[in-house]
């Protein structure tokens, strides 16, 4: 990878999808009015895809004869302190992706009976992993707890209609 026209075209690549994320997490931001930027998943990915295209463009630079070679050296501390930066901030999106794992999932037969309205929260959920409230956590924990036994009421009554007992 010594040639600057494809470290160019990644640090365009790398740009799109930067942009594309910080698209997102703004409108998710507006979506959800009591959320920090720091704690939208989009936004975090953003920036790091951004400066990632800043490592590319820098690396880039110093492939080419543009600049004197003394300037060299201060170019690749800058972009090793940008990968830094840039590690900081996946590590902080793999802590927050893994933090929001916790809650147990739905099992194949509940997912299979609820809604489509439901399925489509619980993938935009899945989609907006961020520290929760412990309220709005244990309320979704107790709806699921309803919505188990409902479940399991209407299957015992199902047998029992095939058995010919009710």
Do not use: C, W
Not at 5 to 26: D, H, K, S
Not at 74 to 79: D, K, Q, V
Not at 149 to 160: D, G, I, N, V, Y
Request: proline residues 4%; positive net charge; charged residues 25%.
């Amino acid at each position: 990878m010594n040639d600057p026209r494809i470290l160019v075209i990644f640090g365009l690549f790398f740009v799109a999808l930067g942009g594309y994320n910080l698209v997102v997490g703004r409108r998710r931001l507006r979506a959800q009015p009591g959320m920090r930027p720091l704690q939208q998943v989009n936004i975090l990915t953003g920036s790091e895809y951004l400066l990632l295209a800043l490592v590319f463009f820098i690396s880039a630079l110093a492939r080419t004869t543009l600049l004197p070679s003394s300037v060299t050296p201060y170019l690749f501390g800058a972009s090793f302190a940008l990968l830094i930066i840039s590690l900081v901030l996946a590590v902080m999106v793999v802590r927050m992706a893994t933090r929001g794992r916790a809650v147990p999932r739905q099992g194949v037969g509940e997912a299979a009976v609820a809604s489509g309205g439901d399925q489509a929260r619980s993938g935009s959920q899945a989609l907006e992993t961020v520290e929760s409230d412990p309220e709005l956590e244990a309320a979704r924990r107790r709806e699921r707890r309803r919505r188990r036994l409902e479940h399991r009421r209407r299957m015992a009554e199902q047998r029992r209609r095939r058995a010919g007992k009710a």
